[in-house]
Nanobody, 120 residues
């Protein structure tokens, strides 16, 4: 079974930077897309950035120009977050989608989430 493990996050002052990383592992699989979503207190989960096959990336308007998503390899994705604002405070979740060869079907998995707090 495919799973993802997140790292990074923590407390940072406004204007600061953080990097989140996520690695997918498990059975024999291929990853079509990996990305980051976030959920702030009292709000719904929202897309932050995704990276799909062919190096295609997609960003939420609120993070364009500040956040950069990049794949370290086929199964690892990082999110570089610069110029952080208090509104970026949320639990950030890694998402991975692809094909699980061991089960011969598509998969989609979520990480357990990592808290990012932007505060002075």
């Amino acid at each position: 079974q495919v799973q993802v493990v997140e790292s990074g996050g923590g407390l940072v002052q406004p204007g600061g930077s953080l990097r989140l990383s996520c690695a997918a592992s498990g059975s024999i699989f291929s990853t079509d897309a990996m990305g980051w979503y976030r959920q702030a207190p009292g709000k719904e989960r929202e897309l932050v950035a995704t990276s799909s096959t062919g190096a295609n990336t997609n960003y939420a308007d609120s993070v364009k120009g500040r956040f950069t998503i990049f794949r370290l390899n086929a199964n690892t994705v990082s999110l570089q977050m610069n110029s952080l604002k208090p509104d970026d405070t949320a639990v950030y979740y890694c998402n991975s989608r692809g094909w699980d060869f061991s089960r011969n079907r598509n998969f989609e998995v979520w990480g357990q989430g990592t808290l990012v707090t932007v505060s002075s």
